[in-house]
């Protein structure tokens, strides 16, 4: 991870820059002098809601889907 240092009037001044940088994967830390002070980082977006039965009508299985297979024979 890269970690990208700015200060509290750079923070300000390019603000939108630093959101896409932290978007983007690195360590945004902001800083007043060398001291730093908080760390810029994306909120997790939350899943999609799983629909059931979204593939309905999309797979089929053949009849003898569960028959004994005549290669597996002498396992029985």
Known sequence: M???KVTVHDAKTHLSRL???ALDGEDVVIARGKEPLVRLVPIARP??????GDCKGKIRM???FDA???DFEEYR
Do not use: E, G, T, V
Request: glycine share 0%; no cysteine; aromatic share 6%.
């Open 68 to 70: 004994p297979l005549d």
């Open 47 to 52: 899943k999609p809601a799983r629909i059931i």
């Open 2 to 4: 890269i970690m990208f």
């Open 19 to 21: 959101i896409r940088r």
């Open 62 to 64: 053949s009849d003898d």
